[in-house]
């Protein structure tokens, strides 16, 4: 069982930075990739940003340039480094990766960007 634990988000003026952190209960090493969605009032849950375990990464193109994800082995931690926030960017943020052919979602932390 995989447990994924986000934490880092809250409220924030437009054009500031927050950074999301996302706690695996495994080796992260476990993992083929890790991921962000993000998920707003009436809207779908999208992908936000994603990383391999060959450290490739991918992201929305309404973030590209925007935040950048990462990774720490030794801590077993991903991370969402998000700046020049946008009122847009307010949703929750979940944690995600697949394993043993199940797919795993963190609790989801709230991002709020005012105007």
């Known amino acids: 069982q995989v447990q994924l634990v986000e934490s880092g988000g809250g409220l924030v003026q437009a054009g500031g930075s927050l950074r999301l952190s996302c706690a695996t209960s495994?080796?992260?090493?476990?993992?083929?990739?890790m991921a962000w969605y993000r998920q707003a009032p009436g809207e779908q849950r999208e992908l936000v940003a994603r990383i391999t375990s060959g450290l490739n990464t991918n992201y929305a193109d309404s973030v590209k340039g925007r935040f950048t994800i990462s990774r720490d082995g030794a801590k077993n931690t991903v991370y969402l480094q998000m700046n020049s926030l946008k009122p847009e960017d307010t949703a929750v943020y979940y944690c995600?990766?697949?394993?043993?052919?199940?797919?795993?979602w963190g609790q989801g932390t709230q991002v709020t960007v005012s105007s």
């Open positions: 995600n990766t697949w394993y043993g052919g199940a797919n795993y």
């Open positions: 495994g080796s992260i090493f476990m993992f083929n990739f």
